[in-house]
Structure formats: C-alpha cells, structure tokens
C-alpha cells in the first residue's frame, strides 16, 4: 500500500508541474474548427495507444485498482484526451471520496478541456477536500485552485475573486500572476 501512495503521489506532482506551466496557455488559447478535428483526430491516436489499452486490460480485470485508474487518467492526459481523463478522474473520486488529488486533476483536465464551468466546480471540490493536515504539503496546489477561481469569477463576483485571491497569495506569496491579478482586483 505505501508504494502506491508513492506512485500517486508523484503522478499527481506530474499533473501539477504540466498544469502549472500551461495554466496561461489555456486561459488565452480560443477554441475553433481547428481544435475540433484536432481532438477528432487525437480520439483516433488514443485508440490505438498501447499504453492505455494496456492499462484498460488491467482495470478490466479489477475495476477498483485506483493505481492503474491514475495511470490510466495521466495516460489519457499524455494524449489529451480530456474527456476519458475527466471520466477516469471521476471514477477515482468515486473509489476515493476524500481524496483531494482527484478533484485537483479533474479540474485540470476540465480546464484543458476549455470547461471553465466544470474546472472552476473541481478545484472548488479539491478545495473542500484537502484536509487540515494535508494543507502544508498542498500550498502550491491551493494557491493555484484559488487563483484559478478568483480569476473566473473576476468579473462575476469581484469581492469572491478578491477572498480567493488573497486565499491564493496566503498559500503561495511568490506567484506572480496571482499578485498581478489581486493589483487588478483591488484596484
């Protein structure tokens, strides 16, 4: 059992690194024709990905092995395959309620997805589910969650953008975009 606290706790460090780095990408990238055949064709590479059909078999074979589900989830986001990796995600958050890492990919696939709504929806539930003693080791990803959600709600609910953003640079001083982004709110 501790060996796969290990492996899922560095595939979730993973996620966190690729989403940290192309959290700007996806705020300024516009979804077009372009991206539709890309996805259509990206459906097609998954199919024939060994690596996930590899990782199927075993689900397969047991349903409820959360490991092979989180390898299998990250595989789907190697392809960008965002709707198997939301739906993997999910199952997980079924297996594994009260786990927080689950909600933090779920909303990162969401958010590579373009679904701002659903995106802004897990981080709030990854928020809710970090438990006290697991804040110390989140703080990046809490701060990014709450960034995340203050900048969606900045033009809808100004004074929540503001508590989120403070939230987020309690959580991670050094952020830049978040100390920008908090200049602007309270400006």
């Known amino acids: 059992m501790k060996m796969t606290k290990i492996n899922i706790k560095t595939l979730f460090l993973g996620l966190f690194l690729v989403g940290s780095a192309t959290f700007i990408q996806a705020q300024t990238t516009q979804t077009d024709t372009a991206n539709s055949t890309a996805a259509t064709t990206q459906a097609a590479q998954t199919a024939t990905n060994p690596t996930i059909e590899g990782l199927k078999k075993q689900i397969e074979a047991n349903p409820k092995d959360t490991e092979s589900l989180a390898k299998l989830a990250n595989a789907y986001q190697e392809a960008s395959d965002w709707t198997n990796a939301v739906a993997t995600w999910k199952k997980i958050s079924v297996l594994l309620p ?39 080791q989140n703080k990046k990803n809490l701060a990014y969650a709450y960034f995340y ?21 309690q959580y991670d001083p050094t952020n830049q975009d978040a100390v920008k982004l908090s200049k602007a709110l309270n400006s």
């Open 98 to 136: 009260d786990w927080a890492p689950s909600y933090y990919s779920q909303a990162y696939a969401y958010q590579s997805a373009k679904d701002d709504v659903n995106a802004k929806m897990a981080y709030e539930k990854y928020i809710a589910t970090v438990k006290p003693e697991e804040v110390e």
């Open 149 to 169: 959600i203050a900048f969606a709600e900045q033009q809808s609910d100004p004074a929540k953008a503001k508590e989120h953003i403070a939230k987020s640079i």
